[in-house]
């Protein structure tokens, strides 16, 4: 047999490079890159994506395998989507196939066809339309479903279901030959129809944040907008112009919790598809969504993370919405960063990027002194809205009740009993986050992590947050047996029957993850605060991106010194941004809002600036302190993990690891190295972790670093006995 072609595959596996298949000459032309493959691999077989067609191959063709078959005529990937996976899976040090993988919806990568989308209609075949009207006289139901397509000619399942016929009916005509199916072809809108309803006038500084953003052709702009300023008129009425003109839109969010309020905003201002991408859907539900933005039918397509490896057809303009959130950073397998990887696809594809939040990250405010990006202020809030009043409560020596000083109680009740609403943040799940015994010291810890397991009362058990092991509540102290168990701390559990007593004539809207795993539960949150009557809204960091409460007119931190004495460097910036979007939930309706913080420090630098000044002085203070001592973003950085049930071995393989890249790139005062050193939590999930930081000035040095460095490790047979990866620009030094 004569082979044409030599096909170069990205095939999901740990290896970092290509595999070679053949194409047998008398199956015609060779595909395209991008179409799926189906090709042997071991001894299984797997869905691989085309990458390259080639003449030749290093290896002897008598060793190469032909694929199996080809799963795409057309590449599913178009070319510019296929080069921002080929380049992300070279700056991250990350396997190609895997990464290109993550392009796809989970039902592509298992090797199936894209779905028929579900709203199919019915018609009559022509055997169906020679009919008699009373053919069918025995059978009313199909007479019904057979004079209703005679008058309308189509009609869709939900016709039907008005009509009260069920599905069975009309597939014994389909089996009859009576009826058949089709899928109706998605007319373009109209764009003098386009909105459903009428933009929002904008201010001053929206108008010109609006107006200063070029839509033809690439830029990168950062939309620094305090809370509640009106960021999200200016995306919409950005968006409107892109879509007039023919074009798509990409919206990226960080949070799943926010996909339905922002989703009903799209859907109410705008009359086209709305293309709606995350993990919270079915594979058939994101294939259908990710085909729709493929071929065009979304104009605008909305998204959690990995929402950027999103097909466009005709790609116009790309959002990323909160821009700072460390949830646009994959913290396992491919560790991409959404949004740096936004920039990258914006570039490539000539469109402008928006970058938007009220606390920029400072590698985004850094790129903007740089002039690498433009920025653009809102530094008010529209109407007459103001920006909440801070208060800080030094809890120092004072008698808490659970957590809650008198101030923090007082004002409460009085906001309550005027008819408003509290938002209370407490960044912890559970009832309490430890359990005792007050009569040997024993403490519930988890067996398999450095951590303490988190007493959730509400189902009697002891849940680790680290890896998931959980066991019931003791009765008795496993030690001593005595039954002198006390809950340590404040949990949001905890919290509630607290407020439920100091309360009780206000209802207590709990916030967590507990609480809202149920499918549309978020939105039933949010309807019902929507509704203004007066009650506490108690939550976790849920609460604290993007939601618009009109109604809350007082916000209470009730620890905010969690951030002050990480071991992360990023854990102070991390803590400014968290603080001030919880703070940003207040008055933002006709009421004007108030921020009571608690704090044990209330005269630390970090939270007087953020209290007394803003988030724009504090980040200018965390910027001198990176620049300072030459961290991210003045350095590039490169973390190297490993784990292993033999911490030694971890350590052993870091220790290697150091040596082999001083020898590539010796230390010096453009490139330094950390470790290794036990990670902030040593032992997870029964492995014990270490890592090695390096930092360089130059970005490309480091990526020749690494890409060096991890070939190495590839080969080394210390590696596998480990598990280790390689961490691009880590946002999580724990």
Known sequence: MTHSAILRVAVPSPLRRLFDYLWPANSGPAPLPGCRLLVPFGRRTVVGVLVEVSDHSDLPLNKLKSISALLDEQPLLPEPL?????????????????????????????????????DRHWQLTTHGKGLPPSALARAPRQQQVLQHLLERGTASRADFQQLGVASPVLRQLEQKGLVEQLIPKLQPFDPATLLSETPLPLYPQQREALE????????????????????????????????????QALVLIPEISLTPQTLSRFRARFNCPVAVLHSGLTDRERALAWNAARTGQAAIVLGTRSAIFTPLQNPGLLIVDEEHDS???????????????AVIRAHRENVPLVLGSATPSLESLLNCQQGRYSRLVLSQRP?????????????????????????????????LDGGNQVLVFLNRRGFAPTLSCHQCGWIANCRRCEARLTVHRQINRLICHHCEYQHPVPGNCPDCHSAQLQCIGQ????????????????????????????????????????????????????????????????????????????????????????????AGRAGRGDHPGTVILQSHHCEHPLIATLVQQDYRAFSEMLLAERRLTQLPPFRHMALLRAEAPDGRAAATFLEYARQCAEQLLPASPDTGYLGPLPAAMEKRNGRFRHQLSITCRERPKLQQLMSALSTALEQSSLGAKIRWSVDIDPQDMS
């Open 82 to 118: 296929l080069q921002l996976g080929l380049w992300a899976a070279s700056y991250y040090q990350h396997p190609v196939g895997d990464a290109l993988a993550t392009a796809l919806p989970a039902l592509l990568r298992k090797g199936e066809a894209l779905p028929e989308p579900a």
């Open 327 to 341: 949830s646009f950073k994959q913290q396992d397998g491919f560790r991409y960063s959404a949004r740096d990887l």
């Open 212 to 247: 200063s953003i070029e839509l033809h052709g690439f830029h990168c702009y950062l939309l620094d907008g305090e809370t509640g300023s009106g960021k999200t008129e200016v995306y919409l009425q950005a968006i409107e112009k892109v879509v007039r003109y023919g074009r």
């Open 383 to 415: 109407g007459t809205a103001q920006q909440p009043r801070w208060q800080t409560v030094d809890i120092r020596q004072h008698r808490l009740s659970a957590g809650y000083s008198r101030e923090l109680i007082e004002a409460m009740q009085q906001q």
């Open 491 to 582: 949990g949001t559990e905890r919290s509630e029957e607290t407020l439920q007593v100091l309360f009780p004539q206000y209802p207590v809207i709990r916030v967590d993850r507990d609480t809202t795993r149920r499918k549309q539960a978020m939105q039933a949150v949010v309807d019902r605060v929507s509704g203004g009557q007066p009650c506490i809204l108690l939550g976790t960091q849920m609460l604290a991106k993007g939601h618009h409460f009109p109604h809350v007119t007082l916000v209470a931190i009730l620890d905010a010194d969690g951030g002050l004495f990480s071991a992360d460097f990023r854990a102070p910036e991390k803590m400014g941004q968290l603080i001030t979007q919880v």
